[in-house]
């Protein structure tokens, strides 16, 4: 069965310091892996995806997040925090053409201090 | 920009209600699916909805449940009888594809049966 786990609950780090974010995948096949971003009180917000393409995905507002395969990992990274990615970030997995729904991690919430 | 919509944003309802939310899909998506997150735990498949029928549903999704597409645009979440356990954020999202593709989220209904 397919799975994500996200390795923290909750991420603290200061206002212009690197962060990240760590994801383990368990998955039969080739999965696509995304991550979901959800500010207090909105919906959810697809930050990055990677569909078997190449292995270091950009997404928007600066966060990355490579795919390692001999690591089953998706870990998502910024170089510099900023106050505004206070949220809550989620790692998914869709299993390879097998219908559309999303696996969701936990879920880690992230503070940023000023 | 397209983006899902999701009516209420808030429902309180008594136990034993009826209870229908409602979303507006991006209009070209072909693939809609329901969501639901209970407070303080991770975001939860439901079913996923396409050519009028369901394609999947976990096992969440009992005979209490059930989905429309009334009319061509909207896509409706009802719930036969209302539990405590049912209150939850509820989720619905699109896509184009299906398979191997990010879906797009609404802001959520939060439901609260009381």
């Known amino acids: 069965a397919q799975s994500v786990t996200q390795l923290d609950s909750h991420v603290s780090v200061s206002e212009g310091t690197p962060v990240l974010l760590r994801c383990n995948y368990s998955?039969?096949?080739?999965?696509?892996l995304f991550w979901y971003v959800q500010h207090p009180n909105k919906g959810l917000q697809l930050l990055l995806k990677?569909?078997?393409?190449?292995?270091l995905v950009k997404g928007i507002n600066g966060f990355e997040a490579e795919f390692k395969k001999s690591e089953t990992s998706f870990h998502l990274t910024k170089p510099s925090a900023h106050m505004s990615d206070a949220a809550e970030y989620f790692c998914?997995?869709?299993?390879?053409?097998?219908?559309?729904?999303?696996?969701f991690g936990q879920g880690t919430e992230l503070s940023v201090k000023p | 920009e397209p983006e899902v919509t999701q009516t209420p944003s808030h429902q309180v309802t008594q136990m034993g209600q009826e209870v229908i939310l409602r979303c507006v899909p991006i209009?070209?998506?072909?693939?809609f699916y329901w969501y639901r997150q209970i407070l303080g735990q991770k975001v939860e498949f439901l079913v996923s909805?396409?050519?009028?029928?369901?394609?999947?549903k976990s096992e969440i999704f009992d005979d209490q449940f059930s989905v429309e597409r009334p009319d061509g645009s909207n896509f409706t979440l009802k719930i036969r009888s209302t539990k405590l356990e049912d209150s939850a954020m509820y989720f619905c999202?699109?896509?184009?594809?299906?398979?191997?593709?990010?879906?797009?989220f609404g802001q959520g209904t939060r439901l609260t049966v009381v």
């Open positions: 998914v997995v869709t299993p390879y053409n097998q219908g559309g729904k999303l696996i």
């Open positions: 998955s039969s096949y080739s999965p696509s």
């Open positions: 990677y569909t078997s393409a190449a292995t």
């Open positions: 209009s070209n998506h072909l693939y």
């Open positions: 909805f396409y050519n009028n029928e369901i394609s999947e």
């Open positions: 999202a699109s896509n184009r594809r299906g398979m191997n593709t990010e879906a797009f």
